[in-house]
C-alpha cells in the first residue's frame, strides 16, 4: 500500500486508541470514586416523597382506613364510570372490569371456541386480577380517566366493592374496608397460583 494512504490511517488509528484510552480512564476514575455525584437536583424530604408513595401491596400494606358498601359503589358508579365502562361493567368502550372464565390465556387452546361463546368478555379485572387490593389501588391512582386521583379513600373502598359484586365475589349488602378488602379471594389467584407467589412486603 503507498504510503500517501498509510499514514493518515496511521494516524487515524493513534488518535481512536488516544480518545479510547482517556475515555476509558473516566469511566474508571468515576467508578472508583463512590462519592461521584452529578450535583443535579436536590433531595427530596420524606413529606415530600409521601404524597407520591401510594402504592398498596398485596399484603394490605399501605391500604389507607376507611370502607365503602357496595350499595354507594352503584351510585359512584353511575356519576363517574357508566359512561365509559358500560352499565353493567362489560360493554366497554373502555376496559371490561366484569368477567368471566370464558377465556384467559394465549395459549388455551380452545381459545377460539371461547371467544365465540363470550364475545366481549375476554380479560376483565374480575376473572384476571389477582388481588383485589390492586383494584384499590388503580382506582384510587388512575379512574375516572378524566379525573386521577379525585375520589376519597371511601369512595374508592366502595367502587372496589361494586366491581367485586359486579364480579360475584362479594354479596350486594356487604361494606368493604381495609381490613374485608383481604379477604376477597380472586379467581385470577387461584388460575395461577404458581405465576402469583406469596409476597411479603
Ligand atoms: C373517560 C373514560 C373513563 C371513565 C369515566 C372511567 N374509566 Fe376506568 N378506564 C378507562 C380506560 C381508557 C381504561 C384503560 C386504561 C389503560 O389501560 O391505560 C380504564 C381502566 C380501568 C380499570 C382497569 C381495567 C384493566 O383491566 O386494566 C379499572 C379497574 C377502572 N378503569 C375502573 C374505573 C372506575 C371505578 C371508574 C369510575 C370511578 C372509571 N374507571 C372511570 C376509562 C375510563
Redesign the pocket.
Given at each position: 500500500m503507498p504510503s500517501r494512504f498509510l499514514y493518515p490511517r496511521c494516524l487515524k488509528f493513534m488518535l481512536s486508541c488516544l480518545l479510547l484510552v482517556t475515555a476509558l480512564g473516566q469511566v474508571a476514575a468515576y467508578a472508583d470514586d463512590a462519592t461521584y455525584t452529578t450535583d443535579l437536583g436536590v433531595a427530596l424530604s420524606p413529606s415530600e416523597v409521601s404524597p407520591y408513595e401510594i402504592t398498596i401491596f398485596p399484603s394490605g400494606k399501605n391500604l389507607p382506613e376507611g370502607k365503602g358498601s357496595v350499595k354507594q359503589g352503584e351510585g359512584?358508579?353511575q356519576n363517574?364510570?357508566m359512561?365509559?365502562?358500560g352499565e353493567e361493567g362489560d360493554e366497554g368502550p373502555?376496559?371490561?372490569?366484569k368477567g368471566s372464565d370464558g377465556w384467559f390465556s394465549f395459549s388455551d387452546p380452545l381459545r377460539v371456541l371461547r371467544i365465540d361463546k363470550y364475545p366481549i368478555l375476554l380479560?376483565?379485572?374480575g376473572s384476571?386480577?389477582p388481588y383485589a387490593t390492586s383494584?384499590f389501588d388503580?382506582?384510587r391512582r388512575?379512574?375516572?380517566?378524566?379525573a386521577p386521583k379525585s375520589?376519597s379513600n371511601d369512595e374508592v373502598y366502595a367502587?372496589t366493592a361494586y366491581?367485586l359484586y359486579l364480579n360475584d365475589l362479594l354479596a350486594k349488602e356487604s361494606v368493604l374496608n381495609e381490613e374485608t378488602i383481604l379477604d376477597i379471594s380472586m379467581p385470577g389467584k387461584q388460575r395461577s397460583v404458581s405465576a402469583w407467589p406469596e409476597i411479603e412486603l
Open positions: 359512584l358508579y363517574h364510570c359512561m365509559c365502562h373502555a376496559a371490561r372490569l380479560i376483565s379485572v384476571l386480577w383494584i388503580y382506582i388512575a379512574m375516572p380517566h378524566y375520589l367502587l366491581i
